[in-house]
């Protein structure tokens, strides 16, 4: 373990720092064509004719994609290309031509024939009865069990006036689509002390990585191999190839570099297929660049959420009941997960002793959602974190406190089934908080005034899903000594394709700079492995690397047994060399054992593998079977259980009561995410995510002209991700450090909760700087901080998406 | 909206050597585009919402740029990048919140290369007019910002008419606050042309936000020494510390005798379509004591006869409250 | 115009700003392949053929007129270290030195930056591979996540530590202002920031 917790410089960082990383617009190849599309002007529409004619009779312009060149995989599966777009900005067509200008003046040149449809951009406006569909069969997403399983299907909903006439300024809940509950609620509400109840909304929020999904395709020998920008390398191979219905052996994709994803890039783009396509039908190389205004339209987004919570507590701030209602805004395509991760997030943050969730996911006619970060967890952590401030005022307990005594601490259960969760260590990272805030100290601040400014301070505790398990780990030691790690995970700058890798030389007793890590090519036989999303990587890719290295530990023993004599557990790995314990210069180097393997061939040199590995893993190791001594292997450790990470946040802000202008002075995150890996790298998530949240918090959001169903915030001036003046000049971070019990390195992923602590503990320091006012909607711009402060009615409705 | 977004169009590109041919170009090519730093109309360029043939580069006009002592003031080029003011340091000191609303402008790197006059000139940000929208100022015929249902946070409270779009400039309501002279150059010669006079509102003409025409140009900005090392003050209110648009800034000089005020500018930007000046809100200082009392007052008639539109009602208090901190200074800085 | 109520007069509306705003045809040659020159170019109007100083080199290069630096450096001369995040000024990642000073590579054209300094990141390293001290510092600190915006974050603190060698945590955020990184690892580019003007002053 020796290596583990310790800062060290990840292989990629020469690279980035020199300007020789190359993402996908880097590449270039000889003759290469530019794709642009042609976007929907209108928010939903069904194309009835393209005429093409004067475009493709343009000296230079090589070819048109439109939706039919693409596969169908069902209605409700989003394609690069469409002839029903369902939002504004959806691409229907692609050209490629010899210069980028040369494509868009071709693209201007396209009479298409349009037949406007009804649209939707607001959940609750299309519920009432006089609302219309978002999609053509319907107006909610909903997953229904039936006899040959589960699926998803679009229904028509229509709540009638009286719902909407009764509600008055809370949430309509007319009927629901989704449902869950366990304990006795009316007992619980019964049982409490204080109750509180309230009507939120959070905004969508476009992910907006810093690089674009551009994509460059070319074509060898038959081949496409696509540059792509994705989050996964080895899980975005399946989904090009069937996206595109090109075979999967005729792909390679390769994405090295990828500039942020979010959950905007798991398995790669929607839109891979239309350089893929354009240079299988040129046989030209093909480069589709994405605009930041593209990106936006076709980037992902978070659902917004209008939301109903109500909550009740014993005296002692034990929470005995959690009642909440969600209405989703699913955007046009397939459903979104938020809806049941933010009650499932809830019912182990709160741990109440009963809870209730209802929910419906509305379709609307804006851009497509994906996860993003914490997904669901975020929107309902900065709802109901605000709550549990609140209620610590009104039953006189401390706000951290309340939080312990709420806390979920060791098995704790998640969701309606109840299941223990694998491990928290919840209570130790509020006694960390506790003493590394000097909270009792600067709680005393909440409230205090300076000049025209008043001080405020919140916290924010946050859980997100921190891991998974049962993928494949694959290394090979060659005849040079060292280990080459493949691995399938993607590179987003969080040093987990490489934080990982690590485990290797730790079960090999072997320096870092003995493992060769490679990553970012399907052609470079990569094993089975977690999807790069979700904060999985960590947990699932130290499991699975650990499985193979381990793999590799026993055929090396086994191998000095056979070659040296004695039993295998005689022998040990450490040094590079596989040696009789007790005497670390005996037995024989690891360059020699890999020569060995390769003369004996049979598992040692992956002639023959385990049965129990994924195909995929299978192909590869095949691939370099006779390269040296083969570790591989599934990981079939124990987990324990589901796998969740924590972050606590604290916020310390400002506010001038004259302006409504909001400045952070402070900000720091605490986690429970188990071994520390690569503590500079676990501080960029806390701080990062966090910074995420503020965003989330303070201004990002979309703003849609309701009549044409057409938005503005289509630029970064517009969509206002936090700069660096937004941000505390310093932050701190601390972290608790007690391994998982139930995997071998005890590493948990922490992507995803940090944004949510630092989006709950900003909007928590808000209403703590305006002394308990509620402010109902997100994001909290400085005029609704100002308009709280001189007691005006918001310039925005509450439950008016997109606003 | 535009169906090809990100591509500039093809134009032709001229880099005259000094005004007196940049005039000449503009003489011959009527729909000629004159380009400074290029922050504005490189976004027009990209969103192909205008697509002009000839493009006239200023940038090698040397005369063009750079601040210069000017009997009891100071001349600015209109082609001096933002960064220069805000670093120069007689401007510092003599004209403080010039240097500030230059510091205030977007990133280092527009300031770099942004200019005074191009901040200046500016077209409004109206985001269904640079959206593309064919609106009034577009040409149309409707306001899209000004219906029931229109997203315009971000637009005026003062000055509409037919249009509702804002003045985005930091540095104009600090140059209208200074008594600025804009000096204005065409074939037939030179004007001058008060800063408060040079910015037009669209019931003067609501196609142009200032009374240059398409065969004048901005050359310089004068800056008498009416103001200079008096009591000034800039705040700006805005989403993000970097980039963003004011939301409401404030720009105001004062001349005081003790705590009295003798004289005064008060200039308000982002509220109306051009930078406004307080003239009503000016004559009530003056002989007042800078106080909180005082600066309340301004403040509560400095927003008379605002009308706020459906999701902009935040400015009045944000835009009240910014007149009344600007005269409290005034006060706090007396000691 | 109609009023917004019927989805054919919406039909008409979006036609009509189709229409609006794509009035005039041009023809372009930002990427036309070499040897097709200037087909068009008023007299009097610049050259097309210029020779461009990058990274201390001159570079002969063919620019059309309306081409932006940021184009001409990804796509003419193989410079991809600076990236294009946004095209619109808003995200620093195609932040070049321009005689020592920083501007945004997608917002100026090329031609206006004839006969002038061009630095970018490929520039920074010594003949024999020396990292500059700005990249030593993220090197050091393992400033950035995804990197996409680093190159772009490099060239201003190429610039501050040139300008102002004694600056504080404070001004260097100020200075790299015009930058957004959207891992939102701001604290560990100040470190790096800070990191820079450590070594910069110590040698």
Redesign the interface.
Known sequence: MAIFGKDYTPPDLHAKITGRAKYAEDFRADGMLFAKVLASPMPHARVRNIDASEALAMEGVEAILTADDLPDLGPLSERALTMEPLYEGEPILAVAATSELLAAEAIEKIKIDYEPLPFALDPLESLKPSGSNARVDGNTIVNERTEEGRRTVVKELRWSQDVFDEAGDHLPMGEHQDEWSYGDLEAGFAEADYVIEETLAHQSVTHHPMEPRTCMATVQNGKVILHASTQSVARTHGPAAAWSGIDGKDLVVIGEYCGGGFGSKIVGTVNMPIAALLAKKTNRPVMHRITRYEETYIGRARPGFQTWIKVGFRKDGSITALDMYIIQDNGPYGRQGDLSMGPTTASLAYQPQAMRFRGVSVLTNTPPRSAQRAPGGAQIIAMIEPMMDRAAAELGLDRLEIRRTNAPQGKAKVGPQRAEISSAFVHEMIDQAKEKLNWDELKTRSGQRNGSKVTGIGLGFSPFIGGVSGFDGLLVIKDDGKVHVHTGVGNLGTHSFSDTARVAADVLGLEWEDINVIWGNTGKHLPWTTVQAGSMTTHATTRAIHAAASDAKAKLQELAAAELGGSASSYDVSGGRVHPRGNRRGGMSLASAAQKAVARGGKFSGEELPENIHRMTTASATALAGQGLLGVAKDEYDNGGPLWSFVLGCAEIEIDVETGVLEMTNYTAITDCGTVMNPRSLAAQLHGGGIQGFGLARYQKWIYDPSWGIPFAHRFYTARPPTILDVPREMAWGAVGEPDPYTPVGAKGIGEPPIGAGQAALVSAIQDALGGKVIRKMPVMVENILNALEDRPQDTETLTAHS | MPVINDMIPEFDLFQPADVDGALELLAKHDDAWVLAGGLDTFDWFKDRAKRPDVVVDLGAIDQLRGIREQGDGYEIGALTPLSDIENHEAIKAKFPMLAQAAQAVATPQVRNQGTLGGNIVQDTRCWYYRGGWPCYRAGGNICYADTPTSMNREHCIFGASRCVAVSPSDSAPALVALDAMMVVRSRSGEREVPAADFFIGPSTDITRMTVLNGRELLVAIRIPSTFAGAHQYFEKVRDRNAWDFPLVNVAAAFKRNGATIEDARVAVGAVAPYPMRLEAVEAQLRGKNADEATGKSAGELAIKGAKPLRHNGYKLPLMRNLVMRAVRDAQSAQA | ?DE?TT??S??N??K???A??????????????NGVLAQ???P???ERLVTLNVNGQNRPVDI???E?LAMTL??KL????????????????C?VLVDG????AC???T??VRGREIK???G??GPNGE?HPV?QA??D??G????????GF?M?MVALVEDKPGFT??EA??????????????????NSAMRAGEIARST
Do not use: W
């Open positions: 115009m917004p989805s054919v919406r039909r509306f979006i009509g700003v189709i609006g705003g794509a009035t005039a045809s041009a023809s372009g040659y930002l990427f036309r392949q068009r170019s008023a009097g109007s610049v059309a007129h309306e932006t990804r796509y193989g410079l991809t270290g600076t990236k294009l995040g946004c095209d619109r000024a808003e995200c620093g990642a932040t000073r920083t501007h945004y917002s100026i054209l031609h206006m970018t990141v490929e920074l390293e990292l990249q993220v090197m600190e393992a950035f996540q995804c990197a996409f915006c680093a190159p490099i201003s945590r404070d955020a100020h200075a790299l202002s015009g930058h957004i990184c959207r891992c939102g690892d701001y604290n560990k580019i100040l």
